[in-house]
């Protein structure tokens, strides 16, 4: 898989690069990539102690990307990439994050709270919208008629079309949420201002059923990626096709866990441990994960892991996004490096963090 993937890279130094595979050669990468753009939006903002991710880009395509820049500006770019800025055209101002469902749609965040569904043309600044929500912290989009919400109150909701009235209907979930990742309309992990991380199954709307019925995973969590394996493939730990999740640690220890979830202890007797030292990573199924280390390097690492099983993609390394193809790339809900999320007191690298004091609130 290596031979063909391609990877979108941001660097510290804010600027945007396609790489190619394999990756086995870092001189060669380096010397073959093409540069997208300049002065990218960093991978979060911070605000006192909390540190809030962002979105700087999402390809829809390697031909087709959304990119935020720095001056909160979001542009849908094309190639060919022969020159900084490419051919691109001006979705919107004042964007915090978003999150595009295809070429000519996509959610976005504005830095007032304000939760938009907005639409091609693109252009004319702000172009078609229409408001989800207001006093929004983060979201994840499963389509365009299905979003979750988390609010700048820590409440986490589904929220459902038709849009146009604020709120729009919606069920209550959780409270007290620092992170979230949906894996359908009944399924979400989520993960507590508390840094426990719990399985909730749904059914949503009654926070009494909702909390019953919940499993916890993990504590002390950083970050975390759910996938199904069903339909996201990869190698699973116990040969079952129970969901999996790679779980962050505060100790910056990456580890992989197979569902069915029966509580941290059980957690810690069946994962298996990734990598450690890390503070970001994505993963294109249980066997093809991206990792930035401590030191902002990226690597690409496939099972069994360790040392002697991954390759190095790039260095001085904030953000990437793997392609993978055409028919994939929306429906894994797959993203920069970027969850729905927000960190408290989180030991992410200081070399990867763009001050911000007007921005608090975030998607992903």
Not at 127 to 147: H, M, N, Y
Request: glycine share 10%; net charge negative.
């Amino acid at each position: 898989m290596a031979n063909q993937i391609q990877a979108f890279v941001l660097g510290s130094d804010g600027n945007l690069w396609l790489e190619t595979g394999p990756f086995n050669n870092l001189s060669q990468t380096l010397a073959t990539r093409q540069q997208i753009d300049a002065n990218v939006t960093n991978l979060y903002s911070q605000v006192g102690e909390n540190r809030v991710w962002r979105t700087g880009f999402q390809a829809i395509n390697a031909g087709e990307i959304y990119v935020l820049g720095t001056d909160d500006n979001l542009w849908l770019e094309h190639a060919p990439f022969n020159s900084v800025p490419p051919s691109r055209v001006q979705v919107d101002g004042s964007v915090q994050t978003f999150q595009a469902i295809d070429i000519g749609t996509v959610f976005v965040l504005g830095n007032d709270g304000n939760l938009w569904l907005e639409r091609a043309p693109f252009g004319t600044v702000p172009p078609a919208r229409t408001q989800i929500d207001g006093s929004v912290l983060a979201f994840q989009a499963l389509d365009t008629e299905t979003v979750f919400v988390l609010g700048t109150d820590g409440n986490l909701w589904l929220e459902t079309a038709p849009f146009g009235n604020v709120p729009p209907f919606r069920q209550q979930i959780d409270a007290n949420v620092s992170q979230f990742w949906a894996v359908d309309q009944g399924t979400v992990y989520v993960l507590g201002n508390d840094l426990n991380l719990w399985y909730e199954p749904g059914p949503f709307g009654d926070m009494n059923i909702s909390l019953s019925n919940r499993t916890q995973i993990d504590a002390n969590v950083n970050d975390f990626q759910p996938l199904r394996v069903s339909t996201d493939g990869g190698s699973t730990i116990s040969g079952s096709n129970a969901d999996v999740i790679f779980i962050l640690g505060h100790d910056s220890n990456l580890w992989l866990v197979q569902g069915p979830y029966g509580g941290v202890s059980h957690t810690m007797q069946t994962r298996q441990f990734v990598d450690g030292n890390v503070i970001s990573f994505g993963a294109v199924d249980t066997s093809n994960v991206f990792v930035i280390d401590g030191n902002l390097n990226l690597w690409y690492e496939t099972p069994p892991y360790g040392a002697q099983h991954r390759q190095q993609v790039d260095g001085n390394t904030v953000a990437c996004q793997p392609l993978f193809p055409p028919e994939q790339l929306f429906a894994r809900q797959h993203h920069p490096f970027a969850r729905a999320k927000k960190f408290v007191g989180s030991k992410m690298s200081q070399a990867s963090h763009k001050t911000s004091p007007t921005k608090a609130k975030e998607r992903a």
